[in-house]
């Protein structure tokens, strides 16, 4: 038998588009309950424009009603060098912040938000997105929901029975090892990469017709539809909605509060891997869960061990955990896609002062990195960084949380 969490021994983000317009019909149009007729609207509008795209229709992600600051503590009294701070602070505006926080060892120390932001501000995820599948996962183990990551899909989603994709267990879909074909962009409206974009059955497409050229464990494959299947799999499990359990059993035990889940159509399946909203303090409660092993105030949220688990590699991409990134081994460019393809790179410009931190990471650059040594988090989240020109740095995954910890280090933290 396999543990919860072991293996068998066998075994881009998304461009920000805008949907405001896509749930709209075409001129001359009435509107059409024919999910056909719905997406070829969609597609039409969407290809008009695809480098503006706003992540509709989307539902409450309700928070908790009791929502407070967290414990905050004076950066003079932190324990890191206040030049550091400023350093830090400076290159996330330089970068198009929207928000930058820093929290060490249980207490914050320092946020800072663009104009028009505040600590209750919801901000787009990205795919920020993606580690909320995991915990969501987490919380349905801890209340045995589910009793091993290493269970088949089609335990949670009957459509999968008797296909190609019965194959795939829920760490697959967690790790990116799904056999599902990597994330891509292409204008064909017939594209699969389209219809599990913007259908509203999107689900439904991703089981019956998105592509599996790779065998189930074998192969790295980054892509929106391995993370949005978990929505699938909360619901199986649970018989909850994936925002309605998110809820319940995250945002309201962290004391977080919410923002809005996009969704395929009014009352339909959560996009689960990219693009809820919500404000940067919530996305900092979710590293803090983690880098305390899954526990809350005292209080076990996820299984013990899981967080472990989140954070190991696999041969396929040492780099990527369950729906984290890690930062050893060192690579200094990094691609989001399978080691080698093409596409996207982050640049890391040295190696983590910590070989053990792991990171949130997203397209635009959303960055979280958590530092186990030094019980270090660091969250920018925000606009696409400038290009870099005129002396302008390019974004490196690397400043933000080197920056810090040397300050640390200066002040006899380490």
């Known amino acids: 038998m396999t543990s919860r969490f072991r293996a068998p021994a066998i075994a881009l983000s998304l461009m920000g588009l805008s949907l405001s317009a896509l749930m709209q019909p075409a001129s001359g149009q009435s509107p059409t309950d024919d999910p056909e007729a719905v997406y070829r609207q969609r597609v039409a509008v969407y290809l008009k424009d695809m480098a503006n795209f706003v992540y509709e229709p989307t539902e409450p992600l309700v928070g908790t009603n009791r929502w407070k600051p967290l414990p905050a503590i004076a950066p003079a009294k932190s324990g890191i060098a206040t030049d550091a701070l400023e350093a830090a602070r400076a ?21 800072w938000y663009a104009p028009g932001v505040t600590e209750q501000t919801p901000l787009t995820s990205k795919s920020l997105s993606k580690p909320l599948t995991a915990i969501a996962i987490g919380r349905a183990l801890a209340l045995g929901k589910i009793r091993s990551i290493d269970q088949s ?41 389209i219809r599990v974009l913007l259908h509203p059955d999107f689900g439904d497409r991703i089981i019956d017709t998105y592509p599996m050229p790779h065998e189930p464990g074998r192969h790295y494959s980054y892509a929106n539809a391995p993370s949005d299947a978990i929505a699938m799999v909360i619901e199986g499990a649970t018989g909850m909605r994936y925002g309605d359990w998110v809820t ?40 803090v869960l983690l ?20 954070r190991k590699g696999t041969e396929q991409n040492p780099n990527f ?94």
């Not at 290159?91 to 946020?111: C, I, K, P």
């Not at 270090?376 to 870099?388: D, E, N, Y």
Request: glycine share 12%; net charge neutral; with cysteine.
């Open 291 to 310: 880098l305390q092993d899954g526990m809350w105030q005292g209080k076990r949220l996820l299984p013990e061990g899981y967080v472990a688990e989140m």
């Open 91 to 111: 290159y996330a505006e330089q970068m198009n912040s929207s928000a930058f926080m820093v929290w060490h060892d249980g207490r914050l120390v320092t946020q």
């Open 153 to 193: 899909i089609a335990d949670f989603i009957p459509k999968a029975k008797g296909t190609p994709k019965e194959k795939i267990t829920i760490r697959y879909l967690l790790d990116m090892r799904s056999g599902m074909l990597d994330q891509g962009i292409s204008t064909d409206p017939d594209h699969p990469y």
């Open 248 to 287: 319940r059993e995250v945002l309201k035990p962290l004391g977080a509060q919410g923002g809005t889940l996009w969704v395929s159509k009014p009352g339909g399946l959560a996009h689960a891997g990219c693009c809820a909203t919500m404000p940067a303090d919530t996305y900092l409660r979710f590293a």
């Open 321 to 414: 955990g369950l729906g984290i990134w890690l930062g050893e081994p060192y690579r200094q460019r990094r691609p989001f896609g399978a080691p080698g393809m093409l596409g996207p790179q982050v640049l890391h410009s040295e190696p983590f002062l910590d070989p053990a931190l792991f990171m949130f990471d997203g397209n635009s650059n959303q960055q979280v990195a958590i530092s186990p040594k030094y019980r270090l988090i660091v969250l920018r989240v925000g606009a696409t960084p400038p290009a870099p020109k005129d002396g302008r740095p390019e974004w490196d995954n690397a400043f933000l949380p080197n920056t810090l910890i040397r300050g640390l280090s200066s002040r006899g933290g380490d």
